[in-house]
Every structure is written in C-alpha cells, then in structure tokens.
C-alpha cells in the first residue's frame, strides 16, 4: 500500500477501499450520460459520503470528458481523484494532466490479457503486451504517484500469464492492480481463488493493494466482489445503483450494506456514511434518467415495504421479524406497511391510528371488510381511500 491509499485506507489491513466508478463506467452505459453540471454535483456527493476514489471520467474520450476529471480534480476536498487511460501514450498523457489538479490524482490505465481480446480485438502477442504494459505503467509513474492497472478480461486470462502481467505491473511501479470480471463470467469461488493465487504467487504482490471489478452479466457482481475480498482484494470498483457496461456493475450500496450488515461474515469495513446512500441513489437516477427497479436491494421504492398480512403482524411486533437493517441506517425515514390485498387486520388498526381514527370493533371490522373488497379492485390502497372509506361508514352509521 502506498501512502496515499495507507491514509485513504486508514491503515487498517482489513479497511476496504471503495473505489466509485458511476462516472465512468457507469455513464458508459447506453442513455446514462451526464451534464458537465451533474456530474460535479454527483462527485460531490460522492466524496461527502466518504467515497474513497471518484473515477471522474476517461480524459481521452472527450474535451467534455477532459474538462469535467479537471473540474472535479479541483473542486474534491478529500477522495483520490482517477482518471481512465487505455495502454497508449496519448491517453496516459491527457489523464495525468486531468488529475494534475487534484489533490490526490490516479492514473488508471488497463490492457487486455485474456487470448480472446489479444487475438481478436488487439491482434498482439501475449510479449507484446507485456512490453506494452511495462511501458506505459512507467510512463503513468512519470506522471503521477498512484497509478492503477487492469488486467482487461482477467478473469478468461491463464493465470501464469495474468501472473506475468501483474508481475510487469508492479515493477513498472504500479500501485494497485485491478483484475476485472470484465464480462460478468466469474463464478465467487473462482474470482476468490484468482485473487488467492496471484497474491501468493506474484513476486512483490504484497507492494500493491488487489481490486475487484465486477460486471453484472450473470447477477453475481456483488457476490464476486465479497468473494475477492476473502481471496485479498482490499478495493471494490462499484458505482450508484449499480449502472454500467450491459447489465451493470456491482452496486456500491449493496456491497456496502453487505460489509455492514454482515461483518460477522465478512470481517471488512468501509469509510461510506450508509445514511446517505438513499440520496445517492436518487441523484443518480434523476440525473441519468435511469429508474431504479421498485424491489432494488437497499435503494429500491419496496426494500424497506411490506404487504402481506403476516409480514406487517410482524413487523407491528418486532422491526427485526423481517428486516435486517433499519431504513434509518440507508437514509430513509421509516418502513412503510403498504396496504393492499394482503395486508391485515392489525396492519389496517394501526394505519386507522396513525391516520387519528379510533373505531370500535364493530365499525373496525366493517371497515376492514369493505377495505379488502376495495383492495381487491385496486393495487394499492392509498391513504384517501381509507379516509373514504372510514369516512361512508360514519356516515352509513347515522342515516
Ligand atoms: O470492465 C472492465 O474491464 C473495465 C476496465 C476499463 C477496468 O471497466
Ligand atoms: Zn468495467
């Protein structure tokens, strides 16, 4: 670990750092993208909720691209700053003067290893590419102290090959090596004995610090990622609501959740105020246009809404008969029993209250059973049409 990742990392070996790339891969995916205004107000965000590395953006891609990593550089008061860079000189060249403001700036550069991408994408041979590596990794060191290097498609890479790659890496000076599921392809056992592998392989592994990158395509992004931390990964690559390349990236707030919810398990901790991942969200989604699904792990509109008679019973008895974290501890204000079809009787009394009704058991039962015809024609009950409803059986009861 270098010295600035040890300060970022606060020197705790098993401390995580999270790495944030809603602004870049993220808004690689199609529809996502942002205004130069939006993305400072993302950034900003971002480092207020103790986000460890902000990737800004691929320099190269744009002048907007450019401006936008410069801009962020030097407005972030605390995170890393990284900027994206493919293995070419021109590239490495514009990230390192995109972050020369910031007061921490990484370079990211990566190259594919696996057969499939050097045979048919890059046409280079496996010494190709290890030369390749070798330079630019050097030339990124020229530019900035931390610098960061990924392994493109990692996980269909031979490991001896990927082993010779990171080997390359570090002695180029690399500060962190990146191994990406770039595809979504990697099952969690796979991707932990990847990461064990090569850091018990790898001469000098122990001089940088090992992070996951997971896709979505298979739904295990954030199942991969805990699992590459068991395997020594100490940096997780995720972004807000998990948006990203196809079916996305792993979801920074579910991985976050999951590290806090159950470190009994999963010995690892975080600098992220969770309280603030319900806000994240939101901004996110307003500003990409992208919604986020109703029964969406912590941020979605269900994850802390319940329905079903048996559930609300519960949940009127005890908060933890079916939820395994607060909605206060992700930033949102309370649960909400929702009424429709399935909801129950002692569901509907305490809405009755909450709502300043108290009716007898005769007038409750009435209610109850013209509350359920309702909810029969309609998804959701909302609160007026319980008003309304209350409000005809008062009246029926003076005619
Ligand atoms: O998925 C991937 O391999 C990437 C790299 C650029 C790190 O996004
Ligand atoms: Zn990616």
Redesign the pocket.
């Known amino acids: 670990m270098n010295a600035q990742q040890d300060s970022a990392a606060g020197s705790d070996k098993d401390r995580v750092v999270i790495f944030d790339?809603t602004l870049r891969?993220g808004e690689q995916c199609p529809g996502a993208s942002m205004t130069f205004e939006e993305k400072l107000e993302v950034a900003e965000l971002l480092d207020t909720m103790g986000v460890d590395i902000i990737e800004a953006g691929f320099p190269i891609a744009s002048v907007g691209d450019f401006e936008s990593v410069a801009e962020i550089a030097r407005r972030t008061k605390r995170a890393v700053i990284a900027g994206l860079a493919r293995a070419i000189p021109g590239d490495i060249a514009r990230a390192g003067e995109a972050v020369r403001h910031a007061r921490r700036g990484r370079i990211h550069t990566f190259v594919s290893t696996s057969p499939i991408h050097l045979e048919h994408q890059m046409r280079k041979t496996q010494a190709e590419v290890l030369e390749i590596i070798a330079a630019t990794v050097t030339q990124a060191r020229n530019l900035v102290e931390d610098v960061e290097w990924s392994a493109m498609d990692a996980t269909r890479t031979p490991l001896d090959y990927l082993a010779r790659c990171i080997e390359v890496a570090i002695k180029a000076g690399a500060t962190t090596i990146n191994l990406?599921d770039?595809v979504g392809y990697a099952t969690p056992d796979e991707y932990r004995a990847m990461f064990r592998t090569m850091r018990e392989t790898v001469p000098n592994a122990d001089k940088a610090i090992f992070s996951v990158?997971c896709?979505n395509d298979l739904g295990l992004a954030v199942a991969n990622s805990l699992a590459g931390l068991e395997g020594g990964a100490r940096q997780i690559e995720c972004t807000i609501n998990g948006i990203?390349?196809r079916a996305g990236?792993a979801a920074l707030e579910e991985v976050v959740m999951a590290l806090s919810v159950r470190r009994d398990v999963l010995p690892y901790s975080t600098g992220i105020d969770a309280r603030m991942l319900t806000r994240a969200s939101r901004l996110v989604s307003a500003v990409t246009s992208f919604p986020v699904q109703y029964n969406k792990a912590i941020v979605g509109r269900n994850a802390f809404a319940h329905e079903s008679g048996i559930h609300q019973d519960g949940m009127l008895k005890h908060n933890q008969t079916y939820e395994i974290m607060t909605p206060e501890s992700v930033g949102v204000s309370k649960t909400s029993l929702v009424m429709g079809k399935h909801s129950g009787r002692a569901a509907f009394r305490d809405k009755l209250k909450a709502m300043g009704y108290e009716l007898g058991e005769n007038a409750l039962n009435d209610a109850f059973t013209r509350f359920k015809d309702l909810a029969d024609r309609k998804k959701v009950v909302y609160d007026e049409d319980i008003e309304a409803l209350v409000d005809q059986g008062i009246a029926a009861a003076h005619d």
Request: hydrophobic fraction near 0%.
């Open positions: 790339t891969d990406p770039t990158h896709h990203g390349e990236n």
